[in-house]
Antibody, heavy 125, light 107 residues
Framework: QLQLQESGPGLVKPSETLSLTCTVS??????????WGWIRQPPGKGLEWIGS???????YYNPSLKSRVTISVDTSKNQFSLKLSSVTAADTAVYYC?????????????????WGQGTLVTVSS | DIQMTQSPSTLSASVGDRVTITCRAS??????LAWYQQKPGKAPKLLIY???SLESGVPSRFSGSGSGTEFTLTISSLQPDDFATYYC?????????FGGGTKVEIK
């Protein structure tokens, strides 16, 4: 059974960089069939896609966050990571990692079918 | 960016009711739409993909329909376990966006 687990600091100071890692177990992050994504949810609010990465390192980012986001992959550790720079209180959220399949025939990256449990990151001094 | 608008934002219903949630896209997304259920403190759970395909293990009382810009999620007979928040999400482009959510409350 595929499992995703987010890890990283729960508290980050304003203007600093938020760093999270997602560890994948029960499956290989190097599969050609999937992209791996980050999604966040501010307390009491809706879901926002941050970005996604392929095992080769190919990335797509939310245009509204692109200038501050870096997503990387470490296939040897079966992990992918998120860095969000220059954080403010508005970046306080539960951060989820998730998997989404590549629909090769349609040239589409699909729905998020497996999710981690999420980790709350608070931005505060 | 493609904007997704859900309605209503809150819905009060009783066990056994038929419930319909609507999601509209700001431009055509073909059938590239998913629906998720989220309960408090939990990650979203995939219910429907490609507008009308039921994810494995999801009860058949959930169904999805639509294409282009207008989509619906229907729960044919609301069960106690279904009180939750529901989100739509488009994946037509390589920039994924979610609707604002619909909270289904007990009437």
């Amino acid at each position: 059974q595929l499992q995703l687990q987010e890890s990283g600091p729960g508290l980050v100071k304003p203007s600093e960089t938020l760093s999270l890692t997602c560890t994948v177990s029960g499956g290989s992050i190097s599969s050609s069939s999937y992209y791996w994504g980050w999604i966040r949810q501010p307390p009491g609010k809706g879901l926002e896609w941050i970005g996604s990465i392929y095992y080769s390192g190919s990335t797509y980012y939310n245009p509204s966050l692109k200038s501050r986001v870096t997503i990387s992959v470490d296939t040897s550790k079966n992990q992918f990571s998120l860095k969000l720079s220059s954080v403010t209180a508005a970046d306080t959220a539960v951060y989820y990692c998730a998997r989404h399949p590549v629909k090769v025939v349609y040239a589409i990256i699909g729905e998020f079918d497996y999710w981690g449990q999420g980790t709350l990151v608070t931005v505060s001094s | 960016d493609i904007q997704m608008t859900q309605s209503p934002s809150t819905l009060s219903a009783s066990v056994g009711d038929r419930v319909t949630i609507t999601c509209r896209a700001s431009q055509s997304i073909s059938s590239w739409l998913a629906w998720y259920q989220q309960k408090p403190g939990k990650a979203p759970k995939l219910l429907i993909y490609k507008a009308s395909s039921l994810e494995s293990g999801v009860p058949s009382r959930f169904s999805g329909s639509g294409s282009g810009t207008e989509f619906t999620l229907t729960i044919s007979s609301l069960q106690p376990d279904d009180f939750a928040t529901y989100y739509c999400q488009q994946y037509n482009s390589y920039s994924f966006t979610f609707g604002g959510g619909t909270k289904v409350e007990i009437k």
